[in-house]
């Protein structure tokens, strides 16, 4: 098992995000439902905050529910949205406790109710904490979050607060959910499934790809250890070449 010792923690990531996909499968394997899948995922999802939080990252996002996924039988939309309400609440003590503070990306207006309260009620709470941040993209679609950037820059246009000319990556960035936060180096991907599933593209247009076939249950923070080492051995060369990067680190 990856060791913790093996990190550099000189050059951790600032920003990592998780597409924690396998649950379904995984209850299949137990000859479960999907939802029990989903219930032990949330063990996977606290080893790997308090992991991240303990290795001194910045911030973590995890996809938990994308704006696709309200396709899903209403039974399973309805269990994740009522796990959700009751998580949050619960593991808002395990925040604290770690000096971790809660936001959220996505279409958050899609969610119940209940859920946006009890969200919003941790969101405040933990609003202090400095140690880690972590984001939860929930009805979260990548392409949605671009459109609304667009509509809110034409509107822009339209009432002659902004020139076409101003229009550059820093403006579109501003109108993105992520707008204060910084892009993930690294993407990982559990359950072995090779896609991006409409998260984040806008932000993962150079970070590290990181995929393994463990399902999301049984993720835990040493399989983060594990992506963190496979990305400290990794050359980022944005562009340039190998020779000039080992110039510049030299
Ligand atoms: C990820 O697990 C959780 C959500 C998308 C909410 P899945 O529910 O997608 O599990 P699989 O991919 O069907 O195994
Ligand atoms: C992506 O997983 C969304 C989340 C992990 C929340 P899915 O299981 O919904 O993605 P696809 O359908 O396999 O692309
Ligand atoms: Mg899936």
Redesign the pocket.
Known sequence: MPNKTNINTNTLPNHVAI????N?RWAKQQSKIRVFGHKVGVTAVRDTVEGAAEIGLKYLTL????S??WA?PKSEINALMELLVNTITKETETLMNNNIRLTAIGNLDDLPKKCLNNLNVAIEKTSQNNKMTLVL?LS?SSKKEIVQAIQQIAEKVKDGNLNIDDINEESVRNHLYTHNIPDPELLI?T?G?L?I???LMWQIAYSELYFTKIL?PDFRRENLYEALIDFQSRERRFGKTSEQIEKENA
């Open positions: 597409i924690m996909d396998g379904g996809y938990a529910f994308s696709e996924n899903r993209a979260y991907r359950s499934e896609r599933s409409n998260f999301w």
